[in-house]
Nanobody, 116 residues
Framework: QVHLVESGGGLVQAGGSLRLSCVAS????????MGWYRQAPGKQRDLVASISRGGSTNYADSVKDRFTISRDNAQTVYLQMNSMRPEETAVYYC???????????WGQGTQVTVSS
């Protein structure tokens, strides 16, 4: 079992920055792909960014050059969000996925609101 807890959400003005954190507890996630997803009201949950255990990253086109995903140890992942836009208002979810160990866990989400 993996328990993911996100933090760092809140209200920010357009053009501003936020840094989200996700701390994993329970079993180790050092072999997992860690990801950040977001879901706006009435819309599907979409990938924002992901990072493999080797540090390879993947970003949605809309956030490239503005967002940065990182992991400073086996159990914590961050999402630095710069130059934020109102349309990025959503609940942001942390995800841990391991094909090797067949698990896929989600955090409870953190609200991010970008005001215009």
């Amino acid at each position: 079992q993996v328990h993911l807890v996100e933090s760092g959400g809140g209200l920010v003005q357009a053009g501003g920055s936020l840094r989200l954190s996700c701390v994993a507890s329970g079993r180790s996630v050092n072999t997992a792909v860690m990801g950040w997803y977001r879901q706006a009201p009435g819309k599907q949950r979409d990938l924002v960014a992901s990072i493999s255990r080797g540090g390879s990253t993947n970003y949605a086109d809309s956030v490239k050059d503005r967002f940065t995903i990182s992991r400073d140890n086996a159990q914590t992942v961050y999402l630095q969000m710069n130059s934020m836009r109102p349309e990025e208002t959503a609940v942001y979810y942390c995800n841990a996925y391991s094909r090797e160990y067949s698990y896929n866990y989600w955090g409870q989400g953190t609200q991010v609101t970008v005001s215009s």
